[in-house]
């Protein structure tokens, strides 16, 4: 479900994830393909985990990757600092 203060257009591609990666088992590497941008803006929830394999996914396709630091956050908070400190 996306957060209802997002600025979501009806022309704006939604996936749904059922892993950490947005890549796994979705559509996104094709819908990617097509556009073919060279960097990505990441953000979400679960910063240590989802945001994290994305990114490394994203790396691993030769995207430059940019986590939005202040549109990420985790419930671990030791985690979510590690990490932010990564990024």
Known sequence: MLHPGLDWRSTDLTFVKKRYSAFFKTPLDEALAKIDPSEL???????????????????????????????????NEELWLILGDAA
């Not at 979400?44 to 691993?60: F, L, P, S």
């Open 41 to 75: 803006v990441l953000c979400g929830v679960n910063t240590h985990a989802c945001v994290r394999m994305a990114a490394i996914d994203a790396y691993q396709r030769d995207y430059r990757v940019v986590i939005a630091r202040e549109c990420v956050g985790s419930n």
